[in-house]
Every structure is written in structure tokens, then in C-alpha cells.
């Protein structure tokens, strides 16, 4: 299967110019038939159909590990990105006056969990963005000798910026601290492995660039940190001999499963491990490039039209599939509708737009949204002014800031 062919795989193309995977997946048809399939076959056989079930779900456990480069025992099957971080969050043995850096331009997914253990004494720093850019010098300047873990995206959500993780884990483990990965903004779009990168704990959910389903997904827990962290939820899944149940001292399976206390999304798993076959079928690092070649063909289209690129883009390496911009004259949220009115599905983030093309995409799904920002053929019309013809306009992106939040307290509910 090369690149190309698989645009027939989305069904969601024939309608929409679809450049929002940073938000919700379209989801491709082998994921559909997968969960479709599953699901009849439970409809026939009721629970007889779930009697190979622990041999898809290992089959399932193996998919998901290769697409990270990391090994079964390290993979836990989870809900969402805030299940996973919470996993470490609440599992990591903190001592009161610990600290951990997370920084400005994080998903909340990403904040809450680490502000949730202010109860406990621990402290939450943030590093500032500069330029829509995390700097690992501004990281390691707020880090000492109690800082126990750095918790940050692989993507930024907002901006696009692709952090230096490599970077970021040397200058965690030089320290005793470990590195904990939101992976949810690149896993599926850009080449990752575990083992380069040297993360300890990372979170992803499969329905964004991993093409899957609402629902589905999983944690890495580097092997060796495994016994730094307590099951926080325990439970008939979690034990070696899960199928004598009136055993109660069976001890705690050796791998990830000990974090999985129940049952399991069986549909939506079922419909991330078609997404992941799909994926390494066609090689992250074609996927990558492909991406990245669709990005610079839209950032091209969009400084041509004097919209300024807030993303930063001047390094490759920084680069991933989310682009935003300003566009001189037309707010955001104006620009947002204007592109949903013609069926360019992208998102608002604050005061920019975000677009974000996968590999299926094409150059023609990137016109349409240019075709907009060029309005009628004379440009964009003012309310009762004069018609302007865009122009080249400034270069440097503005900062995108949260409001000022020290002291940062997640409050409790008053009873
Ligand atoms: C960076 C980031 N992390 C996490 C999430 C979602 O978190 P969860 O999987 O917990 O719903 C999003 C978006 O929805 C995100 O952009």
C-alpha cells in the first residue's frame, strides 16, 4: 500500500477537506469493519465469542508496543491520556516538598493529574513558553535537587511545538528525575521510539492521530520504573491467577496488566490494534515525511496570504502535523466558521487557527481551505469598508500565554 491509496480508506473525505486530527480522528474503514466485526460476533455468540479473547487482547498488547518500541510488559490499557498520567500521578511514592515541572501551553489533560498531588505537599513549577517554544534550558533552570519528574506533551496542542524529548529525559535522568510524555499530539503522525527518546512514563489515547476510536487507549511504563509505582486501582484483572475467583491471595501480575484492574474497552482496543496495523503497514516514517510535506505546502499557501504561522517552524525537528495561524484581517473564531461554512473542518484554539493534515490527506484538501482565506476574487470584504487584497504580513509568531496562574491550588468542591 503506498501512501496515496488509502485516501479511499477515509470515508470522511467525500464530503469534507477533514484537517483536524489534533481534535477527533475521521475514523479510516479497516478500524470500522474491526469494531464492526467484533461487535457482531458478539451479537451471535454472546460471550462465546469473547472465549479467545485474552489471545486477541495479548495480540492486541503486542501491537501497541511495536508502534512505541517498547516491550508487552510495558504496556497498560487505559481510557484516555488523563487515565494513564494519573496512573503515575497517584502511583509515584512523593515525599511532602517534592517537586515537578510541567509547563505553560499544556493540555489541562496534563496539568490536573500533577496539581491534584498539591494535596499531598507536592509542588507543581511551570516552565514558561518562549515564542511558543519549551526550552529545555528554561526546564533544567526551574529543576533541583527535590524535583522529581517533568511532565510534558510530545506535541504542544496548541502551538504545534514538537518538544525535545531526547533533550528533556537526558537532562531528567542526570538529575535522579524521570520524564513523563503526554503522547497524544504525535503518536501516530511522527516517528517515536521509547528506547531513542529514553522516556519513563508516557500516555497516549487512540483517537486522535492514532486514527482509533474514542475510548481506547494505553500507557508505557518503562519496565524498571515499574516498581516505583503502587497500583493505585486494583482488581480481579490486575493478579497472576485472574481466573480462580475464589483466590484472593494472588499476587500482582509481573508486567503493566497489574495496573488493569477490569474488563477492558474490547471494541474500542479492537479498533485502535486495526488503526496501529494500518499505521506500521505504512511506516511512520513515510507517514511522517508525508505529513510534514503537506504542512509546508499549507504554510506556504497561508504566508502568501499574509496570515501569520504561530507554530514554530523555522526547524524541522520542531515541526509536527499541527499548524496554526492568525490571519490579518478575519478573527479566528469568524475564520473557523467561515471554513466550516464550506466544509474545512479545522479547529479554535484562543485566537489562532489550528490545522492539522494527516498523511491521507492531499494538496487539494489544502486549497480548499486556501480557496476561503482568498474569499471572493478581490479578497476579503470589510463590513461596510473597502475591499482589501491580503499582503505579506509580520513573521514572528505572538505568544500564546495561559492566564497568569501562580499560586496554582487545584481547589477543593466546598461540601
Ligand atoms: C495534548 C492533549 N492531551 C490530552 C488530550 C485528551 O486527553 P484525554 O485522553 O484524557 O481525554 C488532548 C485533547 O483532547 C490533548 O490535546
Keep these: 500500500m503506498n501512501l496515496a491509496e488509502p485516501r479511499s480508506l477515509f470515508p470522511v473525505s467525500r464530503r469534507y477537506a477533514y484537517l483536524n486530527h489534533a481534535s477527533v480522528a ?3 474503514t479497516p478500524v470500522v469493519t474491526a469494531m464492526d466485526g467484533y461487535l457482531q460476533e458478539q451479537s451471535l455468540k454472546g460471550g462465546q465469542a469473547l472465549e479467545d479473547w485474552d489471545e486477541r487482547l495479548e495480540g492486541i498488547r503486542q501491537e501497541a508496543s511495536r508502534l512505541i518500541g517498547a516491550h508487552r510488559d510495558e504496556i497498560v490499557f487505559t481510557t484516555s491520556v488523563s487515565h494513564g498520567l494519573n496512573l503515575v500521578a497517584a502511583g509515584l511514592r512523593w515525599q511532602a516538598g517534592d517537586n515537578l515541572i510541567c509547563a505553560e501551553t499544556e493540555f489541562p489533560a496534563n ?21 511558543n517554544r519549551i526550552l529545555v534550558e528554561d526546564v533544567v533552570s526551574l529543576m533541583d ?8 506533551s510530545f506535541v504542544e496542542f ?7 524529548l531526547a533533550a528533556l529525559a537526558e537532562a531528567c535522568h542526570e538529575r535522579g528525575a524521570y520524564l513523563c510524555v503526554d503522547g497524544i499530539q504525535g503518536l501516530g503522525a511522527l516517528q517515536f521510539d521509547v528506547r531513542h527518546v529514553g522516556v519513563d512514563f508516557l500516555a497516549t489515547h487512540a483517537a486522535k492521530w492514532m486514527l482509533g476510536p474514542i475510548g481506547a487507549a494505553f500507557c508505557y511504563i518503562r519496565r524498571d520504573r515499574m516498581p516505583l509505582l503502587d497500583p493505585v486501582m486494583a482488581g480481579w484483572r490486575s493478579v497472576v491467577d485472574r481466573d480462580n475467583y475464589y483466590r484472593y491471595d494472588s499476587p500482582l501480575r509481573p508486567g503493566g496488566e497489574r495496573f488493569e484492574p477490569g474488563s477492558l474497552n474490547a471494541v474500542g482496543l479492537v479498533g485502535m490494534a486495526a488503526a496501529i496495523d494500518l499505521l506500521l503497514t505504512l511506516g511512520l516514517d513515510a507517514i511522517e515525511s508525508r505529513i510534514l510535506e503537506l504542512t ?21 525537528q520542531e515541526r509536527s502535523g499541527i499548524v496554526c495561524f492568525r490571519h490579518p484581517e478575519v478573527p479566528a473564531p469568524e ?8 466544509d474545512v473542518i479545522v479547529s479554535v484554539r484562543g485566537d489562532v487557527v489550528r490545522v492539522s493534515p494527516h498523511f491521507w490527506n492531499s494538496e487539494e484538501d489544502i486549497e480548499r481551505l486556501l480557496a476561503v482565506l482568498n474569499g471572493s476574487p478581490t ?10 487584497q491580503l499582503t505579506e504580513g509580520p513573521s514572528l509568531p505572538r505568544v500564546i500565554r495561559p492566564p497568569a496562574h501562580p499560586p496554582l491550588l487545584l481547589r477543593q468542591t466546598p461540601n
Design 335 to 342: 475564520l473557523g466558521e467561515r471554513l466550516c461554512a464550506a
Design 158 to 164: 496548541g502551538t504545534g511545538y514538537r518538544n525535545d
Design 111 to 131: 496539568v490536573y493529574p500533577w496539581m491534584n498531588l498539591q494535596r499531598r505537599g507536592i509542588e507543581v513549577r511551570f516552565a514558561p513558553a518562549r515564542a
Design 296 to 316: 509546508s505546502y499549507l504554510i506556504a499557501g497561508l504566508q502568501a496570504r499574509g496570515c501569520t504561522i504561530t507554530s514554530p517552524i523555522a526547524r524541522r
Design 379 to 388: 479578497g476579503w470584504r470589510k463590513p461596510g469598508g473597502s475591499t482589501r
Design 145 to 152: 535537587g527535590r524535583t522529581r519528574l517533568v511532565a510534558i
Design 26 to 28: 475521521a475514523l479510516p
